[in-house]
């Protein structure tokens, strides 16, 4: 039987003259060659599914051009592609933490598009550094005498500890050893840097004393490390970042380097959020280096900073794993015009800036406008209920923002159920799972996400 099978698949170029075989190239524009490929690996897998007495199907040719047509389908697809968050958390590390600002999207086309001077100075017509791009927007802004750029917060501290702290001791609170999203621990980064590490005091309290006792010829570093993702409450204590700096000035060439981890340039606390250091104040205290996300809070592309005085950040400079950690032209055409936003006083221009000051009346008005467009899908129970947003990306774990939600319950489908339907839909709607009903938090979703989430949401509550 299944040697009969075999025997009627047509060969390929009988197939190729088949009027399947030119629609397909003409709806996908692709090559002869490439869907001759293709076509050669259906057959391939078709053979090996009839081998196997895996293949079910009635008719062979049908079957291979359907199968062709999906594979060319696929093809054509991107894997990375956009969502929209529904989840109501800002920094989604899953979901590319922080949305670019239309500047810096303008920027990203521009620049990528063409040539730019990336290493080129213009003004003397010869070769310029890379370093210089944002150098000058980040001591403008943080007051710092430097400032240098690497791939990622990660990649800054590795940096930092291996060029500034090699065979040499880092002094670190076991209260601030942290971990973030599992793939970060401050304690194995050191071990790749080689770096020693100090851990001194508990992990609910560390002393000033703790850090002068372990104090040796050999200490290169007292290394604060802000503890994003979790909060200590209750009968801790930490040294101050104005202690640490006290206490180096007792020491020729002893660093004081915080790892802010996120890193804001803007004062979330004055409108009573959180409790984040403006980087500012943070060099104010007299730090000699601080470093943070390019992609956290700052609300810019991925990369990390590191800011401080300008002996150090030379010395960072200078490294040859600066190389290794090179940021590309993309990434500083959009940090500069995230930069330059804040530099103008136009942070609102930021998204994750205005998604976290965004107003429960603007949340509120979205969660409306698609609830009376969906309220009377008979399928659905649908509600609009209030609830609170995360900032996420680990920072501030203990904000949360006032939020509306819409509420939905399906007659026939669970909420898992549901929840798989958006997620494979065309428009890739994440959405949160809470006592046996969707939520779609409206912090998250723009006025422009809001016609594809109206249309997604009425195909699934169609069923065939
Ligand atoms: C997030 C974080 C990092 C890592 O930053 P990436 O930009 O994700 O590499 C390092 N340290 C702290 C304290 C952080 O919160």
């Not at 030119?22 to 076509?39: F, G, N, P, S």
């Amino acid at each position: 039987m299944n040697e009969k099978l075999l025997r009627e698949i047509p060969p390929v170029h009988e197939l190729k003259r088949d009027h399947h075989f030119h629609l397909i190239r003409k709806q996908y524009d692709i090559k002869e060659d490439i869907l001759t490929h293709a076509l050669r690996e259906t057959l391939d897998e078709l053979r090996t599914s009839i081998r196997n007495g895996e293949w079910s199907g009635t008719a062979l040719t049908p079957y291979i051009w359907e199968t062709l047509s999906k594979r060319v389908h696929k093809n054509s697809q991107y894997s990375l592609k956009k969502v929209i968050n529904a989840t109501g958390t800002i920094l989604h590390t899953n979901l590319g933490r922080a949305s670019l600002s239309r500047e810096a999207i303008n920027r990203v086309v521009e620049v990528a598009g063409g040539y730019s001077n990336l290493e080129y100075n213009i003004d003397k017509g010869s070769r310029g550094s890379r370093y210089d791009i944002v150098e000058s927007i980040i001591k403008d802004v943080t007051g710092a005498e430097a400032a240098i750029v690497v791939n990622n917060n990660a990649a800054a501290v590795f940096l930092v500890l291996k060029a500034l702290a090699k065979e040499k001791e880092v002094i670190v609170s076991r209260g601030q050893l942290v971990e973030i999203g599992g793939s970060f621990r401050i304690s194995s980064i050191m071990e790749e840097s080689g770096a020693k590490l100090v851990e001194v005091g508990t992990t609910n309290k560390t002393h000033r004393k703790d850090y002068e006792e372990a104090i040796t010829e050999q200490t290169s570093i007292l290394l604060k490390v802000h503890t994003s993702n979790f909060k200590t409450i209750g009968f801790t204590q930490s040294v101050p970042t104005t202690d640490l700096v006290s206490i180096s000035e007792n020491y020729e060439n002893l660093i004081v380097y915080e790892d802010l981890g996120s890193g804001v340039f803007y004062d979330f606390t004055q409108h009573g959020i959180g409790d984040e250091p403006v980087v500012q104040k943070v060099i104010e205290s007299g730090v000699d280096l601080v470093s943070f996300s390019g992609d956290k809070l700052l609300g810019g592309p991925q990369a990390g900073i590191i800011a401080g005085k300008k002996k150090f950040i030379d010395k960072l400079k200078k490294d040859q794993l600066a190389r290794v950690l090179r940021v590309d032209k993309m990434s500083y055409a959009a940090l500069e015009a995230t930069l330059q936003a804040y530099q103008n006083g136009k942070a609102l221009s930021i998204p994750t800036v205005r998604d976290i000051l965004q107003t429960e009346e603007e949340i509120n008005q979205k969660a409306m406008h698609v609830y009376t467009e969906i309220s009377k899908i008979e399928e659905i129970e649908v509600s609009v209920d209030k609830d609170y947003s995360m900032i996420g990306g680990g920072t501030m774990p203990d904000v949360l923002l006032s939020t509306y939600v819409i509420k939905i319950k399906h007659s026939l489908l669970s909420p898992n159920e549901l929840a798989e339907k958006l997620r494979k839909g065309t428009s890739s709607i994440i959405v949160r799972i809470h006592e046996n009903a969707i939520l779609l938090d409206f912090r998250t979703i723009t006025q422009e996400e809001i016609p594809p989430l109206l249309d997604a949401l009425k195909l699934v509550t169609y069923h065939d």
